[in-house]
């Protein structure tokens, strides 16, 4: 199974960045899809996810509103479109992948993932 992860990049307070994750390996329509990151000094914190089939998404508070989730299941991909960002959000971000057997409200749970990419690099400069 590989999680790659790519779309990161340096961008202005205000700006915008898309994510993406390509899955191979897996069959991956029977996965929930997630983002989480991680800043310098701090543990790694749920962004957002979505589930197997499309149809679900969860955000982080700080994520709600400015971040949207997606997936293609067609290209085994999923993708995190960032809008607004913030000095703040910038972080390594992961791609993860769990099997659908777990329900919504343990998404943000980190060990509920059984697959992760190897992450990119978000910085924003304020």
């Known amino acids: 199974v590989q999680l790659q992860a790519f779309g990161g990049g340096l961008v202005q307070a205000g700006g915008s960045l898309r994510l993406s994750c390509a899955a191979s390996?897996?069959?991956?329509?029977?996965?929930?899809m997630a983002w989480f990151r991680q800043a310098p000094g701090k543990e790694r914190e749920f962004v957002a996810a979505?589930?197997?089939?499309?149809?679900?998404?969860y955000y982080s508070n700080s994520a709600k509103g400015r971040f949207t989730v997606s997936r293609d299941n067609a290209k085994n991909t999923e993708s995190l479109q960032m809008n607004s960002l913030k000095p703040e959000d910038t972080a390594v971000y992961y791609c993860?992948?769990?099997?659908?057997?777990?329900?919504?409200?343990?998404?943000?749970?980190?060990?509920?993932?059984?697959?992760w990419g190897q992450g990119t690099q978000v910085t924003v400069s304020s």
């Open positions: 979505i589930n197997a089939n499309g149809k679900s998404t």
């Open positions: 390996g897996l069959t991956f329509a029977n996965y929930h």
């Open positions: 993860a992948a769990g099997p659908s057997t777990f329900i919504s409200y343990y998404f943000p749970n980190s060990a509920n993932y059984n697959y």
